[in-house]
């Protein structure tokens, strides 16, 4: 297994290589072998970190970092498909020689395969210094990437990002130095703050620091979490970034930045107890839950709509770990999983949709389901999924959360995310119901062609096979998971409730 979690590092690099070389088709196909073999080699960890913990080096992987890595790679096998129809459709196609569309192809790919990387590295990286470092690289690259048009709401959303997420890492940074100095009490000087040792010696450890390096993570890598009340960025970003960015800064990077939150959550739970951790997550995964369900009820930008619905889920994953229980520490790591697949799903048929529409306001997206015969169910049933409906994977990760509190006797905690997921849904489904369902007519900003074309809609079959894989994956992990995908998550559940 060695040698596969160093090819895991490797391979994204190599498709960075091949994003400089001139042509689009060697770019797109470069990458999306890069993410195909990436995802096989998650695949192939499953097994053996069920078992054990690898370690090479500077990597490491248990059950914990794997749940994570699988969604990485997963989104960025279905993004890297997606682009190949994506960014011919949005800036200009390859079947003319076109310098502009050339330039903008390359820099998305490097950054896209730079971003992958990143996010690749950030669960395997073994040390909470490594970890911030794979972290503040995901914000460098992935800014760019929100930035890669150049329009002026770009650019400010880029630099928000920038500037918010910075500053948390900041505090990031912070809450590594306060656990480097309670491991150095113990561990002396010279340790390198890798997780078995700290893990270790977590019973011993002086809990004050213990206790200030833990809030600090959950404000710095909770900026770029999205948790309240440092989630600002997050709506701007996600709108204004290229439709695959979106899907994996929703999808992968939010859910990264939580994998660092539970690396502290699982020293801070031996070494302080777990009601202190516990009651620090509940609060900001309420209020971030709240604030989520509120702006979901009132939201007149497509893309801003999924992007709160990705605040709403991580104040989700908040609660499921502030409850402690077995049963919701699971129900949490299959939640990464399913968000990770049906956001992916509906960042990605959002695109065909805006592409389609040429506008992101709500309002003027009508009757999606006719003009797009594909797209439109697709889009359907990844907000049913968002909304945990049967049979998807979201439903079965929320009732399993939901058992875990009520079997933990956390009444209140169980009873708000209940009336809170509930409104949650409510404002979804509004306003998707609107745009699949009224009659309208075509946008005035349509071209005549595209009135006469009707129902031949749908941009690129690229753009279309993702999602269907998407539902696949959604409904398998909510009907039956395969059985070594439910022992990596329990194992998961069990290395997160600070056993080993």
């Known amino acids: 297994m060695a040698a596969v979690m160093t090819m895991l590092v490797i391979v994204p690099l190599v498709a960075v290589v091949f994003s400089a ?38 990597l ?43 330039s903008v192809s390359r820099r998305f790919y490097l950054g ?32 760019l990437l929100v930035a890669l048009e150049a329009s002026e709401q770009a650019s400010e959303a880029a630099w928000k990002y920038v500037l918010i997420a910075s500053s948390g890492l900041g505090i990031g940074l912070l809450a590594t130095i306060f656990m480097y100095f309670a491991g150095a009490q113990v561990l002396g000087q010279s340790y390198d703050l890798a997780f078995d040792p700290l893990i270790k010696v977590a019973a011993v450890l002086p809990p004050t620091p213990v206790r200030l ?37 929703s999808g992968s990077l939010l859910a990264t930045s939580f994998y660092a939150i539970l690396r502290y959550h699982q020293i801070a739970v031996v070494t302080i107890g777990p009601r202190f951790p516990q009651l620090v997550l509940l609060v900001f995964g309420v209020l971030s839950l709240l604030v989520a369900a509120s702006y979901l009820l009132d ?3 497509l893309k801003r709509m ?88 979201l439903f079965r990760s929320e009732f399993q959360i939901v058992a875990g509190g009520l079997a933990a ?33 075509f946008p005035s900003n349509a071209s005549a062609a595209e009135h006469r074309r009707g129902r031949e809609a749908e941009t690129s079959g690229a753009m279309v096979i993702p999602l269907v894989f998407g539902v696949l994956v959604l409904v398998m992990l909510g009907v039956h998971p395969i059985p070594a995908l439910t022992d990596l998550i329990t194992a998961g559940a069990h290395e997160l409730g600070g056993n080993r």
């Open 21 to 58: 070389v001139p042509g689009f088709r060697i770019r797109a196909w470069a990458t999306i072998i890069s993410a195909l073999l990436c995802l096989a080699m998650s695949i192939a960890l499953v097994v053996p970190v069920t078992r054990h913990t690898e370690t090479i080096g500077f």
């Open 112 to 143: 896209f395969n730079a971003f992958a990387w990143s996010l690749i590295c950030a669960p395997l990286v073994n040390g909470l210094a490594l970890l911030w470092v794979a972290v503040e690289v995901t914000t460098v690259v992935s800014a």
């Open 299 to 301: 939201q007149r930008n």
């Open 213 to 249: 390096a833990f809030v600090l993570a959950v404000v710095g890598y909770g900026t770029k979490v999205g948790l309240f009340p440092v989630h600002t960025w997050l709506p701007d970003a996600h709108a204004e970034a290229p439709t695959p960015v979106s899907a994996l800064l």
């Open 409 to 441: 006797s956390k009444m209140t905690g169980a009873a708000l995310l209940v009336v809170l997921v509930t409104v949650a849904f409510a404002g979804l489904m509004i306003s998707t119901t609107r745009m699949l369902f009224l009659p309208s007519t």
């Open 60 to 102: 490491r992987a248990d059950a914990l970092s794997v749940v994570f890595l699988l969604g990485a790679t997963f989104l960025y096998a279905a993004t890297s498909v997606y682009a190949l129809g994506y960014l011919p459709a949005e800036y200009g196609g390859p079947d003319h020689d076109d310098p502009s569309f050339d």
């Open 306 to 393: 999924l992007a709160y619905s990705s605040i709403e889920h991580m104040g989700i994953l908040a609660i499921a770990v502030s409850f402690g229980a077995p049963l919701a520490l699971a129900g949490a790591l299959l939640h990464v999983l399913a968000h990770a697949a049906a956001k992916g799903n509906a960042f990605m048929a959002a695109g065909v949709i805006v592409q389609r529409y040429r506008t992101k306001e709500l309002v003027r997206i009508r009757d999606v389901l006719r003009r797009l015969p594909w797209t439109g169910p697709l889009f359907a049933m990844a907000v049913l999924a968002l909304s945990a409906m049967p049979p998807f994977g």
